[in-house]
């Protein structure tokens, strides 16, 4: 395993989490037990920025169950679910991401700089997901609790049966968007190519703009767009009960 | 000759093929326009473990002693790649069932009965409880499509995790549990409203094929440092094609289910027409493992229909690990109990026969979230009555294992084993009793 530590003019604290590995040299395996080992509440004053991951070149798993207040720096692509099961990590990839970025996440923050591929944030319950880039088919689905902020556009079949959290899109959206949604808030600044079945437009009322506004301000996007541009797209809760009369809805 | 004759009448004859059963859905159908659904495995006649036989020793076999000689039922799973395989004392584990399904009494039974006897409990679509981690010694950690609360925590907390990809009730279908069973500790676990029906899916969200699926084991590894065993569930249907695949995808165990395998909640055309008999799945599958050289090194468990020791050890003859239970250990715990006669007969149905488990209403307290039903159930003494029924399967299992002269359980072979029907054989590839022919062997 290549570990190497950073030069530090900080205090040793700052040193303690100053790392920098290498995936040319060293293995995800010895990567992910290294984030494991991390204790989950680092020690006040740490360096929380220190952990640079070089050369991922496309390979899975990539800080896969970190359960750790720690940020993780990637430099370049990742591929199947990176920061799977994320737990307080901040995750910055800096490069594209391969399927199921961020699935059941449960906390925490994973930004991606690139585009994002199928499945983003799959049943993901809590934290942030930021695409600046486009994601792919399937975005959110059956994300329970989760926050998407997805600035180009995603694919088809995305916030399917999409049971909490929020999704943002700055961009366009594929078919059949929500389809058997729940609860999950939905909003779109650009087309929505075709929604699901029981996806309806909801009105874009003064709460949601702020509630969305919140969103974005929390991740520092707030003057990136304007809020009032978006539409909002919600449950029409007809599928709730099954019912024969629904049988043509599926 | 005036006296009037009674000419004779003949008798009223149902037809075999619309008989009383199929008339009632019928009309049921007719007046309500939508299908029957229905807990539970398949209810109608299937080749199955009882049209085989085990011939015993004689003068060409050496019997152990009954009472006597060991023979031991011990079964360890997940040698291939975990750092900690799990030791079961017995080859009789308790499979998936979901606390929401069931109520939080049942699940602390099961976890009670199977910790007494030395083996294995297993989570469902819906999560894991502290009942059901607190009294399961051994806890098998379901990973579901629907993913209903899911999470690190409890995966690192499972013994086990099984990667459900169908069960044998249902091959490719997905769930059902109707808003009655939605109480709020089920919604706040599921993340979902009260009291609304509520579906699962029936295909993960986050992978498609086996290529994808050895990619996410490896996530799975990777999260829980390649400490636990990696089960991969399938229902019966191919099974050659898909254990080969499981293997590929780097399955430390392979859990197959017959369609005679229970369900909480799906169509009853679901449950009878879709799938095969567990009989007719094993051999195949074995087969695929041992093309593929992995017998015994990727753990085979058999479930569906497993009712007593003489199922136990034909599915451990035709190759199985070891096997699970559902059905026979709801109804050791109290379902369907006669003791709950008048309930079952306010419910349109008598003790033995009930299968309504979706509509929550459940007399024994086991498939209900009723919190007055579910006070029925007494999860020390149903515990009690599993752990003896678990004993009774595993003595049962040794007294065939001893008669055939086998130390162990796994010894039991498919040379032990003949076949009363042509069905049978084909399906076991064993021989039809009293010939040496095995229909369609020649194709193996």
Known sequence: MNIRSQTQTKDTADTAFARTIDLDTSSVRELNQFLHDLPRALPPGSNATALRVLNPRGVHAVAAGVDADVTIEIAGDVGYYCGGMNQHATILIDGSAGIGLGENMMSGLIHVRGNASDSLGATAHGGTIIVDGNASGRCGISMKGVDIIVKGSIGPMSAFMAQAGTLAVFGDVGEAFGDSLYEAQLYVRGSVASLGADCIEKPMEEAHRAALYAKLAQQGLAGEVDVGTFRRYGSARTLYHFHVDNAGAY | ?444
């Open chain 2, 1 to 444: 000759m005036n006296e009037q004759v009674k000419i004779p009448r003949t008798t009223p004859r149902f037809s075999a093929t619309f008989d009383p059963h199929t008339l009632s859905e019928i009309r049921r159908a007719a007046a309500t326009g939508i299908y029957d659904i229905r807990g539970g495995g398949s209810k109608r006649h299937l080749p199955h473990f009882d049209d085989l036989l085990f011939l015993g020793a004689s003068m060409s076999r050496y019997p152990l002693e009954g009472y006597r000689e060991k023979c031991g039922t011990s079964v360890t799973l997940g040698t291939r790649f975990a750092k900690k395989p799990i030791e079961l004392k017995i080859p009789i584990t308790i499979a998936g069932m979901s606390f929401g399904s069931l109520s939080a009494q049942a699940k602390e039974a099961l976890g009670r009965g199977a910790s007494l006897v030395g083996t294995s409990t297993t989570t469902g679509d819906g999560g894991m409880t502290q009942e059901e981690r607190g009294h399961s010694n051994i806890l098998v950690y379901q990973y579901l499509p629907s993913r209903y609360g899911m999470n690190p925590d409890d995966l690192r907390k499972a013994d086990a995790i099984e990667v459900v990809v169908g069960q044998g009730a249902k091959p490719g279908g997905g769930g059902m549990l109707l808003g009655q069973k939605i109480s709020p500790r089920v919604a706040q676990m599921r993340t979902l409203p009260e009291g609304i029906d509520q579906r699962s899916s029936c295909r993960h969200p986050d992978w498609t094929g086996p290529d994808d699926l050895e990619i996410k084991i490896e996530e799975l590894r990777e999260i829980t440092d390649w400490e636990k065993p990696i089960y991969v569930k399938v229902g019966a249907s191919r099974p050659y094609y898909d254990i080969a695949l499981a293997v590929k995808a780097g399955a430390d165990v392979i859990v197959l289910d017959g369609m005679q395998g229970g369900t909480a909640a799906t169509q009853e055309v679901f449950i009878e027409h879709v799938g095969i008999p567990t009989l007719a799945a094993i051999r195949p599958a074995v087969q695929a493992l041992q093309d593929l050289g992995m017998h015994r090194k990727v753990q085979l468990i058999v479930s569906g229909g497993i009712r007593n020791g003489a199922d136990v050890a034909k599915a451990l003859a035709l190759g199985a690990d070891a096997v699970s239970i559902g059905t026979a250990a709801l109804v050791a715990l109290g379902d369907n109990d006669p003791h709950w006669e008048s309930d079952y007969e306010m419910l349109g149905t008598v003790a033995g026969a009930y299968d309504d488990w979706h509509e929550g209403r459940d007399p024994a307290g086991i498939t209900t979230q009723d919190p007055d039903l579910a006070k029925r159930l007494d999860p020390i003494g149903a515990g009690r009555r599993l752990a003896n029924f678990l004993s009774v399967l595993t003595l049962e299992t040794q007294t065939i294992a001893r008669a055939a002269g086998k130390s162990h359980v796994h010894n039991l072979e498919p040379e032990d084993l003949v076949a009363l029907t042509v069905e049978a054989a084909a399906m076991a590839g064993v021989p039809l009793a009293g010939t040496n022919w095995i229909p369609g062997a020649e194709k193996r």
